[in-house]
């Protein structure tokens, strides 16, 4: 038996291929000089471990550049189409399910509308599993290629729970399974949406065998604005997300902060208005109950019948624009109360960067961005004040799909590429598209 503490050899190997395609991913196309440059591995390990992600298909050459003097030096990158990726965003009023390759391209997308049922739990894994086997139909593409389905959903994701099997290919055995999605172990309190302890890892287990990774769903768009977005190169930051509700992911130095049970970041649920607005969570005076889409829509009480929280919102905002007074005192409003709550995040957490993001975010945020600094300046202690920039996310409204699927490929590259293992489906009750 290996020593508690002691790295094998294979632990050794699967640490430097992750090293290595973690840099070709994020930084990508290198060359093999480059590589050694940055990792400090030795020139021997980076052609022994290069040579194997080759053999794998994993990377790719891509060209040449030239050297000083010597042969010109190979590119490589992460080969994009060696394996697919599967996001989902649980919304407010619709499911989506999207395709990736590894360099995040959208191959298909299957947007499916919730019905009078709402957020019933069951009808919402029907529509994840019909939207998987949509697009894996509609691509022709293999199960076998497919690293896995992050879920990104409103609420607290109690991760891997005992009983629930299914967690991330290799994650145990690397000690960060719940850290990575709790597969079919994942359980979810989302109590804005009526779920009390839903297991939805679990009823997603029965309609498929790929490998499951839920999150919330402010956690997965922190990941991607993170990783590929506004919040790139910072170390402390917060990632808002603004749709419908409100929610927030905490990154401190580096790493999502979760807290005890995994339920930081509910930053719409902070108290703006002692004995306030009755907010969705049944408690009153939530940030959440202010500028939240819905709320703001229910506020004003102008917006098109029929037309859904979108239609209200543009609205609104051409309301607004056009000088209504209503519309303008409301907006206004809307951006004193956020920019007094990111004061409260610069005070609470010091961030160097505040990423508002989420698809109201997005749609108000040229509006609203200018009073939402100026009440942040006003509220905020001035010294930490002074060193956080608040920015708008680059990656759109479909950023909760995106880094819904970089959950599975976190744990991909923190395997150092190893395809998962596949779960036992039961196929009974599985959707035509999915089963044997």
């Known amino acids: 038996m290996t020593a508690r503490g002691k790295k094998t050899v294979r632990d050794l190997r699967r640490g430097s291929r992750s090293t290595l395609l973690r840099r070709l991913y994020f930084d990508g196309p290198l060359s093999r000089q480059e590589l050694g440059s940055i990792t400090g591995l030795s020139g021997g390990s980076i052609s022994n471990v290069t040579g194997e992600l080759l053999a794998d298909g994993l990377i790719e050459e891509c060209g040449s550049v030239e050297s000083d003097g010597g042969r010109p030096r190979i590119l490589l990158r992460v080969a994009a189409g060696r394996a697919h990726l599967v996001g989902v965003d649980v919304g407010e009023t ?33 529509l994840i599993l019909a939207g998987l086997a949509e697009v894996l139909e509609r691509t022709g593409t293999d199960p076998g290629t497919v690293l896995g389905v992050g879920v990104g959903v409103p609420g607290i994701v109690e991760q891997g729970v005992v009983g629930g099997g299914g967690v991330g290919r290799g ?62 190169g910072a170390r402390h930051a917060v990632v808002a997300l603004f749709g419908s509700g409100v929610g927030a992911c905490v990154i401190a130095d580096g790493a999502r902060f979760r807290g005890a ?37 229910a506020r004003w009480g102008a917006a098109p019948t029929g037309g859904g929280e979108k239609a209200g919102l543009a609205a609104l905002l051409a309301a607004a624009g056009a000088g209504d007074p209503a519309a303008v005192a409301l907006l206004d409003e809307a951006a004193e109360y956020l920019g007094a709550a990111i004061a409260d995040l610069v005070n609470l957490f010091n961030p160097e960067r ?29 010294f930490p004040r002074e060193q956080t920039e608040i ?44 089963r044997a």
């Open 94 to 126: 619709q499911v989506r399910v999207a395709l990736f390759d590894l360099a995040r391209t959208e191959l298909a997308a299957s947007d499916r509308p919730l019905d009078d049922r709402g957020h019933d739990a069951g009808h919402v894994a029907e």
């Open 171 to 232: 994650a145990v055995e690397r000690g960060i399974g719940p850290d990575l999605g709790g597969g079919a172990g994942a359980v979810v309190h989302g109590q804005t949406v009526g779920w009390d302890a839903v297991p939805l890892g679990r009823m997603l287990r029965a309609g498929t065998d790929l490998p499951l990774f839920v999150d919330n769903g402010a956690k997965t768009l922190g990941q991607a604005e993170m990783w590929f977005g506004a919040g790139r």
């Open 261 to 297: 049970t995994s339920s930081a970041g509910e930053w719409g649920h902070t108290k703006v208005h002692v004995g306030g607005r009755r907010c969705r969570c049944g408690a009153r005076g939530c940030l959440e109950a202010y500028v939240g889409a819905e709320a703001l829509v």
């Open 354 to 382: 505040i990423v508002i993001g989420g698809w109201a975010g997005l749609l108000l945020g040229p509006r609203l961005l200018p009073g939402i600094r100026a009440a942040a300046t006003e509220y905020a202690l001035r």
């Open 391 to 434: 920015v708008l996310g680059t990656l759109g409204p479909a950023a909760v799909t995106v880094g819904a699927a970089t959950l599975p490929l976190s744990d991909f590259l923190d395997s150092g590429g190893e395809f998962p293992r596949r779960a036992e489906a039961d196929a009974a009750v599985a959707p035509a598209g999915l």
